[in-house]
């Protein structure tokens, strides 16, 4: 009886030890990975000294959503003050190219921790009502950051609009400047079917992109078509060459971010003068979304919204071959202009 009751206890015993270090050795794997995490980890000495609090603010950030708080506006003097917090203007500014992935290459930009991204679309210099408010109403649209890390902001209208370069270049005629390019013809037919999607959601009728593509009395390519002037890239870019040297720009291919994103990402940390944070880590393939979707942590992953990543509807081949030898010279040009070149037909 005694003996059947002692192997019982032993039985116990090994359970719970078994527990016990099943438990130890899943907290240490677990810190583990909470050290390599993106956004915890320390920026270089280059972006000027940062204490332990500053670190440990950034994990409150991601695990608190307290950065979110921030950038709503909603934190209070105590706690900017408290944390050194600023608005700051842009260092960077992806410029364009709508359809090109420009959502995309912020928010996995976003990944690194010495940069904070502007969330909304401002359209501060391509709008002339926002323009007529100043600068300081653009800074004060910016996210809370520490004075160390970059603002980077979007708005792809940036790129094809006449009044822009000017405007950006008298605030930060340094400014770093990002473009992310698709094939020509491929962005055409993305920028379609977005503007197509929104005319389905209000009951309205639309025209095929074959026809607004090509012009119906000269069966030539139809320049007046919003679509196809925003894909000749290298006419928008020389009205930027006129204030900003090619230096200043960098050309991201949007075809290789959806397909192979870290390389690409890795050449604008290069660019933006940032140490190398960003890791396969932080980018997952997600086979459901047939894209790669952000990985910031081991609880906070994201992918982009279903409004990134359409399915472009079927166009006439002839059509595409068309607008294809049209883009053709156009980028032959971009390419010698800006040094990347593409295997675009
Ligand atoms: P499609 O909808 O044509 O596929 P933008 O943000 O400039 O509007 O660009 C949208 C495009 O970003 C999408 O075009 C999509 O192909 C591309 N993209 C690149 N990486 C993506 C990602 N990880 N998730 C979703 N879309 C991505």
């Known amino acids: ?15 719970l030890g078994s527990l016990a270090i099943g438990s130890l050795l899943y907290l240490v794997a677990r810190v583990g990975s909470l050290d390599r995490l993106q956004p915890l980890c320390p920026v270089d000495g280059q972006f000027g000294p940062r204490g332990q609090e500053e670190i440990a603010l950034r994990a409150l950030q991601f695990k608190r959503g307290l950065l979110h708080e921030f950038r709503k506006g909603n934190a209070t003097k105590e706690q900017i003050r408290l944390h050194n917090l600023v608005q700051q203007l842009p260092k960077a500014i992806i410029i364009g190219v709508r359809k090109g992935g420009t959502r995309a290459l912020l928010e996995m ?31 004060k649209k910016m996210p809370f950051s520490y004075p160390h890390q970059i603002t980077i902001e979007k708005s792809p209208a940036y790129f094809i609009t006449e009044e822009v370069p ?14 992310i390019v698709r094939e020509p013809t491929t962005r055409a037919i993305s920028d379609y079917t ?127 071959t068309k607008l294809r030898k049209f883009f053709h010279p156009f980028n032959q040009k971009f390419y010698q202009i800006t040094g990347r070149t593409f295997n675009w037909p």
């Open 109 to 139: 930009l976003n990944l690194h921790p010495a940069v904070v991204k502007a969330s909304q679309e401002i359209h501060f210099f391509d709008n002339d009502e926002n323009y007529a408010k100043g600068i300081e109403w653009y800074r």
């Open 1 to 15: 009886m005694l003996f059947k009751q002692q192997a019982l206890l032993r039985q116990k015993l090994f359970v």
């Open 166 to 179: 000017e405007r950006i270049y008298k605030m930060n005629s340094s400014i770093k400047l990002l473009i």
């Open 194 to 320: 977005q503007v197509l999607e929104g005319k389905e959601r209000k009951n309205k009728t639309y025209y095929k992109f074959e026809k607004l593509a090509i012009d119906p009395n000269t069966c030539e390519v139809n320049t007046k078509y919003k679509a196809v002037r925003t894909s000749i890239y290298t006419k928008h870019l020389e009205r930027w060459l006129k204030y900003f040297p090619i230096e200043q720009f960098h050309i991201v291919d949007g075809d290789r971010l959806i397909t192979e994103p870290l390389p690409e990402l890795q050449l604008v940390e290069k660019f933006l003068n940032l140490p190398p944070r960003i890791s396969q880590y932080n980018l997952y393939f997600n086979a459901t979304r047939g894209f790669y979707c952000l990985r910031f942590n081991i609880v906070f992953n994201k992918c982009l919204a279903g409004s990134k990543g359409r399915i472009h509807p079927e166009v006439d081949t002839s059509v595409i």
